[in-house]
Structure formats: C-alpha cells, structure tokens
C-alpha cells in the first residue's frame, strides 16, 4: 500500500511524498520532486560570461542574490578578476539581506502556522497580527538590502563579475545600519517561539557547510573538508531532482548545519541564544533546523548593522572587472539562506562552454527522505491518517525546501 | 470575491512577490478571499473562483492539467510574470525537451511527462497579462483592485525606450554601446537597469510589434552575431 502526501503546501515549488507500506509497517519513503526541469546549466552554455550572473538569478527567487554571488565568484576565479574588499563587503552585505529576507519568510509566513496549529498566517492575523507584522517588517527589511545592493527586490541585475553597476551611498548604508538594530528586538522573539517545538525529524550525521560563514573555496564534511566532485550525484527515478551523497551517506546543507560548524563564528545576542539553546541545537534533529534559522535571523541583523556602518566609514572602493584571461576554470562556492550552493564553469574565450549547479534543497533530498522514514515509522498506526500527513509535512517543511532550485542539476 | 493563485514551473517569484505587497495585500484582502494558493496556505479548495493567477509556464503534464483547471474554475484569469506570458527563461531553450532531458537525466523519464516550456497564452486563453521577471508589484495590485472595482484594466503597450525617455536617462546603447533590448521590450519597469547604467536584458518579454532588424543593425557594431540571437531568447521563444 501506498500513503500519498498532497502537494506540500507552504513551501516553494510543487512536490509531494509517498510512503510506502509494507506487512503493516513503513517500508520506504520516496519524495517526488514534480517541478518541471529547467535546465540552467543549459541556458548558461554558450552565453557571454557578462550575461550569466543574471540568468543564474532566475534559478530562484527567495535566494536570487546567492545565485549571482556564487556565479560571480566561479567566473572572477576562472578569469583571473580581482576584486577589492569593499566589493567583498557589499556581497556579504547582499547575502546578509537574503538571509534576512528568507529566513523571515519560512519562519514568519510558511512555518509559524504549524507550531500554533493553523492552516495559514492570514487565519493567524487576528490573534497573532503583532507577531506577524514584526515578521513582515523583517522580511521588508531583507529586501531592502537585497534592492539596494542587487537592484531589485527579485532578480537584480547589479551583481556583476568585479563588482557593481550601481553602489550605494554612505547614507543609504548608514540607514541600513540603523534599521537593522531596531529589528534585533523582534526578531529575539522569533528565537524562543520556534525554541518550543519538540524534537522530529532525523538526526543530523554528517553535517556540511563551506570553509567560512558565507562563502569559501571547499565544502566541510565533518572534519574533512573536500571539493564537491568528492560527492555523488545519482539521478532517481522518480525525482526531477538528483540525490547527492557523500560515501554513500545522505547530507544536510543549512542553518542547521552551519551553527553545528561553525557557531563560533556567532556574537553579541544571537551567540547568547545559541548557548542558551545548546543542547536543541546539538541534537541536531532537523526540527531544530527552524530554531537555528531564527538566531540566524538575530545574527545577520546584527551584522548587517556593524558591517554597513563599517563599510560607510571605509569608503567604497569601485572593482574595475578586468579580466586577466579569457579562459579557465572556477567553482563558487556560496552559503545561500537554505545551505550551500555550488556554481561551476569552463570559460573558452569569454564563453561558458561547460557549467554545473548544485543547490541546498538538492544536497538535502535524501536526507528528507530518511527524516520522513523515521517519523513516518514513529507515528504509523499511532495517530489518525490526516494527522499523520500533516505531522509528517511539517517536517519536510522544516528544511525549508526550495524546490525550483533543485530541479536542473546536470554534469554535462 | 474568490481569489486563487496557481503556480506552474518557475522559479516562484512571482508567486512570492504578492506576498512582497506586505501592506497592500492587506488592502487586497479586503476584496479577496485567497481559496488557494499553495506557497500561502495549507486551505485546498475546488470552488468556482472570481480571479485566478497562473505563475510559470507549462513545463509537464501537471502543468498542463493545472492550468485548465484554474481556466475552468475561474471568471477571470491573469498570467503573471514572462514565465507564463512569454514562457521565461526555461521557454527560451535552444534544443528540444527530449535532448535537454537526456543531457540531464540520462534514461530517467522522471515523476511526470515533460513538455516543450510554453507559456500559459499559448493553452488556455487569458483575460489579462502582466509581463515580468518579476512583474512590477503596483501593477498587480493595480489590475486586482481594477477587477474588484469593475473597472476594465489597461494593458501595457510602449517599450522599455520610451521609459528611459521620458526619465531622461542616458541612452546606454547608442551613447555607452552597452548591449540593450530596451527598444524591442515591453516597458512597465520605469526602465530599471538602463537607470543605473546596465542594458536591458528583456525581461519583460518583447512588445507586439518589435523591429528586430532595425536592433539587430545597431547590436551588430557592439557584439558577435551569435551573442544577439541569444540575448533576445534569454526570456523567450520567438
Ligand atoms: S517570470 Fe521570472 S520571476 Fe516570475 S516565476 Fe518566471 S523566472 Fe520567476
Ligand atoms: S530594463 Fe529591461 S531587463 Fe531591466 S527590469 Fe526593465 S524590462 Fe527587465
């Protein structure tokens, strides 16, 4: 027997889950990415380097702004582009906003509803509208950062290999710095409601981020750290999505997985709360993956404060995008909101010629599976079936999967 | 009156961009009761609806059925966004969805049957269409409110040029040579990327009438002849 999940709801992109059943126990899991493939690796073949960043945005919309980042990072390393520190500065900045902005949108408006028992926040308005405003205004306030620094609020086309079309004045970067403080307030609040939830989901094994906070030149696995073609990516068949091991084992990608590497890299209030909710945290059952989300959501309020007043008093300096090859090889490696993103090309005199994407929600697919296996053996027979669907799509929600984003991997 | 919001293959901005109304979809909610619209809410609904918004092209079969059903359930229907007015980026692929997949996925056919990227004009036929990649948030609003009001909203028809224009914005194709589409693209922006000195990338998708020779002549003294073709099909097929 079969158990169809609906559509998930609450998340972006459409896929749903099957569970099967087998002698009255829970067999197996198999979650069915049903996104129409879009082929990006495709779409970047042939084109002038110049062009790509902007096409790589389209891949996804909550985190447009690490798609141009990381396809600017493989580019300036395949072509030899320096970049000064200020233009460094603004894309942590931009990343800084996105993870603002998306990590207000899953807590706020797609998971909040589960942790208070409602099908949705526009139900939730008339009890909880103090709390959702407070989200909205946050997630407002990421967009901000993303408009200013990336030209829009979706899809900018200011992230450039080099730097910049536009850059922003000291003004502008002073108000940032200002706002950002404000929101610390509300968004503490956010911590100890998804500090609440009881642990689901399965264990985290084999956590992964890249070498730094937001980006880096390697992945780390547990104490290893290695380039991504150490992974496997195997297609299945019922996924337009490819699942990704490492030695065999699934991985995880995402807030999660970044406080349990590199916490230390956290200050001021949001390193509080993380010691104050350690031990959740160090279970690391991927329920947690929202709590984390939510001091992360403390974290980058308060370095976009400190790192927008740091770099209006520093002064900008402009990157002139010179090139000092026409051809090679370069991977980027970038923290977007939901986990790492991989960007990879071959340039041939100024053309992409070869290009391979590999995104957080894809590298978490098979680990969703087993989370879904785990819960579903835990509560089948336990609980009645609309309760057990619903139990069992809070979790999947709880990756905060991007779906759009996993359907076009392709090692050409 | 019954509002659904239907998304198809995307990269689902233009769904997430109505919640990026923030205030204003309060004032949109005191016309509409959002029946379904999966990002949003868990609520699943078969009702008859006033509005439905389709995002994204039709990329597979569940697309496709997807798509007829908010045809047949709804009074009046928008595409929004170039995914589902010009088909998008995925609409702009060279090869055919066969070799694409192959390339992809090797043997593996995959959950659902795929087809050619298209946009959602192309099955079903709309009431109304607002291009964009993503579409400009106050326009939305803006033919919402409009259908609320009984009042017939009003297409856009001028290109992307006549924006820069009447801004008196630098011209970055002829006075920078910087490679712009703005004369062949749909305006409604307020032609955001020649303001801060970038070309258009079109993605607002083409006006009805576009002079592709008379561009294409200009574009020839900038970049290669291979490289104009595919610009122009970054946001569609033509
Ligand atoms: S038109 Fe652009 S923003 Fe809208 S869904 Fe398609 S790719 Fe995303
Ligand atoms: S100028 Fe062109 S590419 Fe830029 S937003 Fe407007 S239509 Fe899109």
Not at chain 2, 195 to 206: E, F, N
Request: hydrophobic share 40%.
């Amino acid at each position: 027997m079969i158990i169809e999940l609906d559509e998930f709801t609450r998340v972006e992109g459409i896929g749903k889950a099957e569970i099967v059943i087998e002698n009255g126990s829970v067999k197996e899991v198999r979650v069915k990415i049903l996104e129409g493939p879009r082929f990006f690796e495709l779409l970047t073949v042939g084109r002038n380097y110049w062009d790509v960043p902007d096409i790589e945005a389209r891949i996804c919309a909550i985190c447009y702004a690490s798609h141009s980042i990381a396809s600017v990072r493989a580019i300036e390393k395949a072509l030899g582009i320096e970049v000064p520190e200020s233009v460094e500065k603004l894309r942590e900045l931009a990343l800084l906003g996105e993870i603002i902005e998306s990590h207000a949108l899953h807590l706020y408006l797609l998971a909040l509803p589960d942790v208070y028992g409602y099908p949705d926040v526009i139900s939730m308005l008339s009890k909880f509208g103090e709390l959702v405003k407070e989200g909205l205004a946050i997630k407002a306030f990421g967009n901000t950062i993303r408009e200013l620094i990336g030209g829009r609020e979706i899809h900018g086309i200011n992230i450039k290999p080099g730097g910049f079309g536009r850059y922003p004045t000291e003004e502008e970067l002073g108000t940032i710095a200002k706002h950002a403080n404000a929101l610390v307030r509300f968004a503490k609040r956010i911590v100890s409601v998804f500090a609440s939830q009881e642990a689901r989901g399965a264990k985290v094994e084999i956590p992964m981020v890249t070498s730094e906070y937001l980006w880096g030149d390697e992945l780390i696995v547990g104490n290893e750290r290695i380039q991504y073609e150490s992974l496997d990516e195997v297609p299945v068949q019922y996924s337009f999505a490819k699942h990704t091991y490492y030695k065999g084992k699934p991985i995880f990608v995402g807030a999660l997985a970044r406080l349990l590497l590199k916490g230390d890299r956290l200050v001021g209030e949001s390193s509080r709360l993380l010691k104050a909710y350690k031990d959740k945290i160090e279970s690391g059952y991927v329920i947690y993956n929202n709590l984390a989300q939510a001091i992360e959501l403390v974290y980058a309020l308060e370095r976009v404060s400190e790192l927008a007043s740091e770099i209006a008093s520093e002064g900008i300096e402009k990157g002139s995008g010179e090139a000092s090859e026409d051809s090679g090889e370069g991977i980027g490696y970038v923290e977007a909101p939901r986990g790492v993103l991989v960007h990879h090309y071959r340039i041939e005199k100024g053309r992409v010629v070869w290009s391979n994407t590999i995104t957080p929600t894809a590298f978490n697919q098979g680990m969703m599976e087993r989370s879904l296996l785990e819960d579903a053996k835990r509560m089948f027979g336990r609980e009645p079936e609309d309760r057990f669907k619903n139990r069992l799509e809070e979790i999947v929600r709880a990756f905060d999967p991007c779906i759009s984003c996993s359907v076009h991997l392709v090692r050409l | 009156m019954k509002l659904g919001v239907f998304e198809l293959t995307s990269c689902g901005g233009c769904a997430l961009n109505l919640l990026f109304l923030y205030e204003k979809l309060f004032d949109v909610l005191e016309f509409y009761e959002i029946v379904e619209f999966h990002m949003a809410t868990s609520q699943r609904s078969k009702e008859k609806l006033d509005v439905a918004i389709v995002t994204g092209s039709v990329s597979t079969q569940r697309d496709l059925e997807v798509v007829k059903e908010a045809r047949n359930r709804a009074e009046y229907l928008i595409a929004l966004g170039t995914c589902a007015t010009h088909g998008g980026v995925q609409g702009g692929l060279e090869n055919s969805v066969k070799e694409n997949m192959k390339k992809v996925y090797g043997d593996i056919r995959g959950p659902t049957k795929v087809l050619e990227p298209r946009a959602v004009i192309d099955y079903v036929p709309v009431d109304f269409a607002i291009p964009g990649c993503p579409y400009e948030k106050e326009e939305v609003f803006q033919v919402l409110i409009d259908i609320a009001k009984g009042v017939d909203p009003v297409p856009k028809d001028y290109p992307v040029c006549l924006e820069c224009k009447l801004n008196e914005y630098e011209c970055v194709l002829l006075k920078k040579g910087v490679p712009c589409l703005g004369p062949v693209t749909l305006g409604g922006c307020n032609a955001k990327c020649p303001a801060i000195g970038l070309g258009c990338i079109g993605c607002r998708g083409p006006i009805p009438d576009p002079n592709i020779p008379g561009l294409v002549d200009i574009l020839k003294e900038i970049i290669p002849e291979g490289d104009i073709s595919r610009k122009l099909k970054t946001f569609t097929r033509w």
